[in-house]
């Protein structure tokens, strides 16, 4: 049986601008353009139609796919383990947060009592899943999936109020960089200030701190974008400069 694009659209729920899409990526072609220039497809064509919507659907991405089926010796069974295991990882922590968040509304109306360990279980898991998803990969590579895994547990385990002083050094660094900045000097009283409040929170986050550690993050802070990014929201040259007040803060 064949299908022109408008039939293929309403059997797949595909809109017909997203198959015209696939056709110009050479993802999804026609079996056969029609002398009146319609696009129509066949049997072979809806059953590659169905293979790619159920890959969109495990999270793959347009060239993962296409890549998947070009490539008949790909071992699409290890592909499928792989991001059956990303997606059971996403689903728990979608859940830890959802029972947290939960817990929390039933705590505000007076059903249930919440210890304060409980209390910061979601916000600290959703901190440790946003930092995997920019830097995990650059930060396991540079400092093994050990250092990291015993890093995130630390933080799981973190007492409230432990927490809860992270959050102000934070606060308090992003004053005292900015003030330092200001004055130029990266090896100022400011800045070297600076750099030390920035190492008592590395420190909540990584109870084996070192000087070759935050001499490294520095580095990292200037050549990666996303690190840039966070930092030049500070104030515009803070990357640089922090990354200089470092070199001499760590100095032996």
């Known amino acids: 049986m064949e299908y022109s694009i408008n039939k293929l659209s309403r059997l797949s729920g595909v809109t017909t601008r997203t198959l015209r899409y696939y056709d110009e990526i050479n993802l999804l072609k026609p079996a056969r353009v029609a002398s009146s220039g319609y696009r129509i497809y066949g049997a072979k064509e809806v059953d590659r139609l169905q293979q790619i919507l159920i890959y969109r659907k495990l999270e793959f991405s347009l060239d993962e796919i296409r890549s998947i089926l070009q490539k008949p010796d790909v071992d699409v069974e290890k592909v499928f383990e792989s991001h059956l295991r990303m997606l059971r990882e996403k689903q728990e922590q979608l859940n830890k947060l959802i029972h947290n968040v939960t817990k929390s509304m039933a705590f505000m109306k007076g ?22 998803k920019k830097y995990g990969e650059e930060i396991r590579s540079k400092y093994g999936d050990k250092a990291i895994e015993e890093s995130n547990q630390y933080l799981k385990n973190m007492p409230k109020e432990q927490y809860e002083e992270s959050i102000r050094l934070s606060q308090e660094f992003d004053q005292v960089i900015r003030e330092a900045l200001e004055t130029g000097d990266p090896a100022g009283e400011l800045a070297q200030k600076a750099c030390d409040l920035h190492r008592r929170w590395l420190e909540i986050f990584y109870p084996k701190y070192n000087k070759e550690y935050h001499k490294n993050l520095g580095e990292m802070y200037v050549c990666d974008e996303r690190f840039k990014a966070h930092y030049e929201k500070i104030a515009p040259g803070c990357t640089e400069f922090l990354r200089d007040a470092i070199m001499i803060y760590t100095r032996e």
């Open 111 to 132: 059903e249930i009592t919440m210890s304060d360990m409980e209390k910061f279980e979601g916000l600290k898991q959703n901190l440790i899943d946003e930092n995997e």
